[in-house]
């Protein structure tokens, strides 16, 4: 991407090329804030779709929102799953990046909340690697849901591209003890799954369908 193109991307994306980008911002903080509220309380969430079927607990959890204050462009809210539950299946069909190398189509499978066996594409050593860095890098240390629609390209930049509306994200190793997550590792790396054809339902209310929030 040249700088005039980035220039252009980060201007979309940041809503600088509208009349108003902090208004913008604003009620994007707005609409973070009612989808944490509707969140609080809530236990286990189930996730499928055509990369995914996937369940784990976020009881006890807390969401942090992400609308333009720390990281720009911004949009995603997010949490720590609890470190013991999740179990099934994932395909990351985004390339996943550490330190500029790229592995291609991973697929992990969780039981009790541990990776227990996983697969790629392109890069399968490194990804074995990461995951047995330390005893927390098989487990999730956060669970992310992008919700900026502006963002229409994906960069390799993972701060961009896990903000991406309709794509949420998974990070093995540590957590963030904002959110409640206990998990500690050397390792915290983001994989991206796109949600198009998906939904998650949430202690058995759909919450989530086809990349977009329903509640």
């Given amino acids: 991407m040249s700088l005039s193109e980035f220039q252009d991307f980060v201007y979309g994306a940041g809503w600088l090329d509208q009349p ?14 009612r989808l944490i509220a509707w969140l609080v309380g809530k236990n286990q969430v189930d996730i499928k779709g055509a990369d995914i079927d996937l369940s784990f607990s976020i009881k006890d959890r ?5 609308d333009g204050k720390y990281n720009f462009p911004d949009g995603e809210i997010f949490t720590g799953p609890v470190e013991s539950s999740a179990n099934g299946w994932v395909r990351f069909h985004y390339p996943a990046i550490f330190y500029g190398r790229e592995v291609v189509d991973i697929e992990l499978w969780f039981e009790d909340g541990k990776v227990v066996r996983e697969r790629a594409r392109k890069g399968q050593d490194l990804l074995t690697s990461l995951l047995n860095t330390d005893a927390g890098a098989r487990y999730l240390g956060e669970w992310g849901i992008g919700t900026n629609y502006a963002i229409q390209r994906f960069t390799k930049n993972i701060l961009f591209d896990e903000k991406i509306g309709g794509t949420i994200h998974f990070a093995v190793g540590i957590g963030y003890p904002e959110t409640g997550s206990i998990n500690e590792s050397g390792v915290h790396w983001d994989m991206l799954c796109d949600m198009k054809e998906s939904e998650i339902t949430i202690d058995g209310e759909l919450f989530y369908k086809d990349g977009k929030p329903v509640i």
């Fill in 20 to 33: 108003d980008p902090v208004a913008l911002w604003r009620e994007e903080g707005q609409r973070q804030r």
């Fill in 62 to 66: 807390t969401f942090e929102p992400a």
